[in-house]
Nanobody, 124 residues
Framework: QVQLVESGGGLVQAGGSLRLSCAAS????????MGWFRQAPGKEREFVGC????????YYADSVKGRFTISRDSAKNTNYLQMNSLSPEDTAVYYC?????????????????WGQGTQVTVSS
């Protein structure tokens, strides 16, 4: 059974940082691009960023570029979303997802597996 489990969410003040983790299990994710999405209340789920299956390439939404960084530890089947300079506009449930052999998957439909999400709340 494939599982993606996010952790690391919580409450942080504006300007602060958080690091989210996504632990994958149930299969080998070597050929999967790992992505992050977020969904704020009343809004559509939106793409945040992704990292290639070899970990050499990353791609970010303009709204987080320069503030968020994605990395992965293939040996641990875990990837990370480091979030800096957080603002209240970053408040959302953050989801980890996996897309098989897709170069830069930015659409939800391109992802095969999803985590349950972790809440990030940024107070002003």
């Amino acid at each position: 059974q494939v599982q993606l489990v996010e952790s690391g969410g919580g409450l942080v003040q504006a300007g602060g940082s958080l690091r989210l983790s996504c632990a994958a299990s149930g299969r080998t994710f070597s050929w999967y691009t790992m992505g992050w999405f977020r969904q704020a209340p009343g809004k559509e789920r939106e793409f945040v960023g992704c990292i290639s299956w070899k970990g050499g390439s990353t791609y970010y939404a303009d709204s987080v570029k320069g503030r968020f960084t994605i990395s992965r530890d293939s040996a641990k089947n875990t990837n990370y979303l480091q979030m800096n300079s957080l603002s209240p506009e970053d408040t959302a449930v953050y989801y980890c997802a996996a897309a098989y052999l897709t170069v830069v998957p930015v659409r939800r439909s391109e992802y095969n597996y999803w985590g349950q999400g972790t809440q990030v709340t940024v107070s002003s």
